[in-house]
């Protein structure tokens, strides 16, 4: 059966494809273990805002083609109208090369768990990347290609950096791009596609997180500012070439400036729940 | 790598501490002049008159020179801590600062004296102040990544404020107009009730989500309750004032207990909340602060209780109204304020003084810069002062609460003398002799 109703184009978002038509949703949720949380309401709220077809199709590993004429086949639309969109697909940005900015410090946040459990991990990523000050950069965990986030964060003037590790383990850096400062509006950069952003001068990934002996401290019974004083203190007293892991209930903001004019570098580990791992060391 | 540089600035985002400092100083001085102005007003209040302009100059020294110029101190170190975003401009936060101390000053001046000219120039500053702040806060907002419970306080507490100067300038207008007639009571209970529970109590409610469990290591408690107080306070708000203000007879009569049903059961949230943090604190020993806070959750526990008789007696119990505005405005908020306050300023004051010489040299506790005896002998007095005035109010004793209200004063005359002691080994670095620490901390 074909009508002349609107063919479904690659450009187009699940919101609008589900707005018309309900049985899409299970149609695109079985395509894969990762879009099956559309299945799941808020998740859908979400995701259905701000992912295309054709990121679909990439998530699925689907031909684009394929998809656009089952997804209008649903619809009752011959293949033959929704093909001539395709060719006019946009090119993705792939976003896999292996390469960083410079930075002073890693922001860690796994999701894998969060999305295991059915969680929505969107306004944890949203909240991290929120708080990212200027040299800093996010480390995403995740068990997808986040693909639909890349063009979310790049509206908000960052760029990423994607790693596979496993077919259900990701590692996806997010970065300010140049010019994007942490104090600055994300609108500054929206119109910056996020390859522009990937940077010449880039270190390995081995790098970020030195191996070195750790001491650890733990400021959780602490009220502030005494996290910070004996943190300071410990710093001082630190074996050259060592790690000092500070356990914290929160992130500690008003340590962090401190640390950057002392020289340190740090990274955040916000993983664990109701735990902050803050591991700082120097550069000898 | 680089390491970004900070400007002398505590953190990344946050105002320099002049622009907070600024309000809190000029905060302290209102407050001042309100605790003596109750000794001024003692016969009136014993006598449960409320419409006098000396009551209303010393209410509005309390509303508007204490708690919003503290809360517009507080809000500006908080936006970047909090919510990770800076004030949208600093300038203007300076801007609305010196507009709005005149204006207060002005505007208290003119009710006291009765003077037609200072309280229209003052409420005008006062006007323009809150527009540049509402506005500063509102474009900060904006740009916030994660909307929490914070943010939601402060966007209610924020509209109700825009609502409360709106009700006060009317109120204003018709000490000459006269247009509200009679129904200036019910506009200026519902002036009163938006502005403390509305703008005020919304306010502490997104504050204390953060500062309660972070200074009592109170890290697992349930923070749910916030989220209920935050629902059912604002709807209970509307509904009482719109019950308060409408003319339909029906509506009269049954709005208002809608309202107020709704509003106890967001007091009682947040009290719980409140309660629940206390609770889950890791160390059982309170310092003077959070005494204060505490006595203050007290205090507005018993008026929410009042509350409900307040309605059924309205008017006639003038009396019964007066020491509901002494337990809830100076015992409850007032009071709760001043708790935040010797925990923030002090600790923002060290920071500022020492944030150099940590982990590199021995420096003092937050605590040691002012003393807990006295602090604790502050509390005794304020809260001394608070009970002997809603009592004395209550039997109609002048003797009683001109007592009470010298008591209130020298508590916070000595509430005071903390923070400038504060003030003078924080800013005066040279005064603080570190190798004068004793081996146990103790201040010489």
Redesign the interface.
């Known amino acids: 059966m074909t009508t002349s109703a609107e063919p479904i184009k690659p450009s187009d978002k699940l919101q609008s494809l589900f707005d018309r038509d309900e049985r899409l949703i299970d149609m695109i949720a079985s395509r894969s273990p990762q879009l099956a949380k559309l299945r799941n309401s808020p998740m859908r709220r979400i995701m259905a805002r701000v992912t295309t077809v054709q990121q679909v199709a990439r998530l699925c590993a689907v031909p684009l083609d394929v998809l656009l004429r089952d997804l209008n086949g649903v619809l009752g639309i011959s293949f033959d109208s929704a093909e001539s969109s395709a060719k006019d697909a946009p090119e993705i940005e792939r976003g896999d090369q292996v390469a960083l900015p410079d930075f002073s410090s890693q922001v860690e946040l796994d999701v894998r768990e969060d999305l295991a459990r059915g969680g929505e991990p969107f306004s944890r990523i949203m909240s991290a990347v929120g708080a990212l000050g200027d040299g800093e950069v996010l480390h995403l965990r995740a068990p997808f290609e986040p693909v639909p986030l890349f063009a979310v964060m790049a509206k908000r003037g960052f760029g990423h950096s994607v790693e596979r590790h496993a077919d259900d383990d990701w590692s996806v850096w997010f970065f300010r791009q140049d010019g994007a400062s942490a104090e600055e509006p994300a609108s500054k950069a929206a119109s910056e596609p996020a390859s522009k952003a990937a940077p010449n001068h880039s270190k390995p990934i081995a790098d970020v997180t030195p191996a070195r002996p750790e001491v650890r401290l733990d400021v959780r019974n602490l009220e502030p500012p005494e996290p910070m004083v004996h943190t300071l203190e410990a710093l001082e007293s630190l074996p050259s070439g060592s790690v000092l892991l500070q356990i914290n209930s929160r992130v500690p903001q008003f340590l962090l400036p401190i640390l950057r004019e002392r020289g340190f570098h740090f990274t955040i580990d916000k993983t664990r729940p109701d735990e902050v791992q803050v591991s700082i060391w120097r550069n000898d | 790598?680089?390491?970004?540089?900070?400007s002398g600035?505590?953190?990344?985002?946050t105002p320099s501490l002049r622009l907070p400092g600024e309000h809190f100083a000029a905060g302290l001085v209102f407050l001042s002049v309100g605790a003596a102005g109750l000794i001024w007003i003692a016969p009136e209040l014993a006598a449960g008159v409320y419409l006098s302009p000396h009551v209303a100059a010393v209410t509005h020294c309390f509303t508007l020179g204490w708690l919003t110029m503290t809360i517009f101190g507080a809000l500006y170190q908080l936006l970047?801590?909090a919510l990770?975003?800076?004030i949208a401009s600093e300038k203007v936060g300076h801007i609305s600062f010196w507009v709005y101390v005149p204006g207060v000053a002005l505007f208290v001046c003119g009710v006291a004296s009765s003077s037609e000219r200072l309280r229209y120039i003052g409420i005008a500053l006062i006007a323009a102040a809150v527009l540049c702040v509402v506005t500063n806060v509102a474009m900060s907002l904006r740009?916030?990544?994660?909307r929490n419970v914070i943010w939601a306080a402060i966007v209610i507490a924020m509209s109700f404020l825009t609502l409360t100067l709106l009700l006060g300038a009317l109120l204003a207008d018709n000490l000459q107009s006269n247009v509200l007639g009679a129904w200036r009571v019910r506009v200026l209970a519902t002036h009163l009730h938006v502005a403390l529970l509305g703008w005020v109590l919304m306010m502490i409610a997104g504050i204390s989500h953060r500062l309660l469990p972070?200074?009592l290591?109170a890290?697992?408690a349930d923070t749910r309750w916030t989220r209920q107080a935050l629902i059912l306070v604002p709807i209970g708000v509307v509904l009482l004032a719109c019950g308060l203000v409408t003319r339909n007879p029906q509506l009269h009569g049954a709005l208002p207990w809608l309202g107020l049903l709704f509003v106890e059961g967001g007091i009682v949230s947040f009290l719980i909340q409140g309660a629940l943090f206390f609770r889950a604190r890791?160390?059982p020993r309170l310092d003077a602060g959070l005494r204060h806070a505490a006595a203050a959750l007290v205090f507005l526990g018993i008026a929410a209780a009042v509350g409900p008789i307040v309605l059924i007696r309205g008017v006639t119990d003038t009396h019964l109204d007066v020491a509901y505005i002494i337990l809830g405005l100076i015992g409850g908020l007032s009071l709760y304020v001043v708790g935040q306050f010797y925990k923030v300023v002090p600790?923002l004051a060290?920071?500022s003084r020492f944030?150099n010489d940590?982990?590199?040299k021995s420096?003092p506790?937050?605590a040691q810069l002012y003393s807990q005896s006295v602090a604790n002998t502050d509390l005794v007095f304020l809260v001394i002062g608070i009970l002997g005035m809603s009592v004395g109010v209550l039997v109609g004793a002048v003797w009683l609460v001109t007592l009470a209200a010298v008591c209130f004063a020298a508590g916070i005359a000595l509430f005071i003398s903390q923070i400038l002691r504060v003030a003078v080994r924080t800013s005066l670095g040279g005064l603080w002799r570190t190798p004068a620490l004793s081996p146990t901390g103790a201040v010489s």
């Open positions: 790598m680089t390491a970004p540089g900070m600035l505590i953190m990344t985002g970047p801590v990770g975003v800076p740009r916030v990544p994660t972070m200074f290591l890290h697992k890791k160390r600790f060290w920071m944030r940590m982990g590199k420096v506790t937050v």
